[in-house]
């Protein structure tokens, strides 16, 4: 069975740099969810988008943004990175009426 | 083996025992539940969920039970194997509109052999 695909898997930058992390959800799924999970820690919820439209937002830095395309897959920009955002992101998808949320492998984020 | 409390963060069970997960969770209001079980350096796995509506439910080899009383919620495993070792997070929706999970602490299980 297909599942949710994010890439890239492991990104290295600099403080202050960019970086671009994409999600692409299973197929017909058209809810997305991004969550930030540091080194020991729970995930915590950073952002949801439905039908292309933000849905909900949780502790989303307001240094990063996010947005889902007309093909559903979505993509979480981050900006002036800090040595604390550091963490695994991952991307989660559901159909717009069930709860069930499935997790891609996610992408390792590591700041120097 | 079982955990209790709040953030026991570990558990060692024996292989082909059965194992007990707690989790307590915060907002009484929360309508739908699920256990996800992570692997090192792996996205959460799917194992189980549960509506509020409900108080047990049962899959393959595990369990869950919702006590809304005391706001408990724990995953049973049954005949754990090594394959089993893993973290494993409960989570909760908030009812309303929202629909993102707030995780709860993990718990590491180790199965011995």
């Known amino acids: 069975a297909a599942g949710v695909i994010q890439s890239p898997r492991h990104l290295i930058k600099e403080k202050r740099e960019t970086a671009t992390l994409k999600c692409y959800p299973i197929?017909?799924?058209?809810?997305v969810y991004w969550y930030q999970q540091g080194p020991g820690q729970d995930p915590q919820f950073l952002i949801s988008f439905y039908e292309k439209m933000q849905s909900d937002k949780g502790s989303i830095p307001d240094r990063f943004s996010a947005q889902q395309f007309s093909d559903y897959h979505s993509e979480l920009n981050m900006s002036s990175l800090e040595l604390g955002d550091s963490a695994l992101y991952f991307c989660?998808?559901?159909?717009?009426?069930?709860?069930?949320?499935?997790f891609g492998p996610g992408t390792r984020l590591t700041v120097t | 083996g079982e955990s209790v409390g709040l953030h026991l963060p570990t558990l060692s069970v024996q292989e082909g025992d059965n194992s007990i997960i707690n989790c307590a969770y915060s907002n009484s209001a929360s309508d739908y539940f699920i256990w996800y079980k992570q692997e090192s350096g792996k996205g959460p796995q799917f194992i189980i969920d549960i509506r509020s509506n409900m108080d047990k439910r049962q899959g393959q080899r595990v369990t869950v039970l919702l006590n809304k009383t005391v706001k408990h919620l724990s995953l049973q495993i049954a005949a754990t194997q090594p394959g089993d070792s893993a973290v494993y997070f409960c989570?909760?929706?908030?009812?309303?509109?929202?629909?993102?999970?707030?995780f709860g602490s993990g718990t590491q299980l180790t199965v011995l052999p």
């Open positions: 197929p017909r799924h058209d809810t």
């Open positions: 989660a998808s559901s159909p717009r009426d069930r709860d069930r949320q499935y």
């Open positions: 989570a909760e929706k908030r009812g309303g509109s929202a629909r993102q999970l707030t």
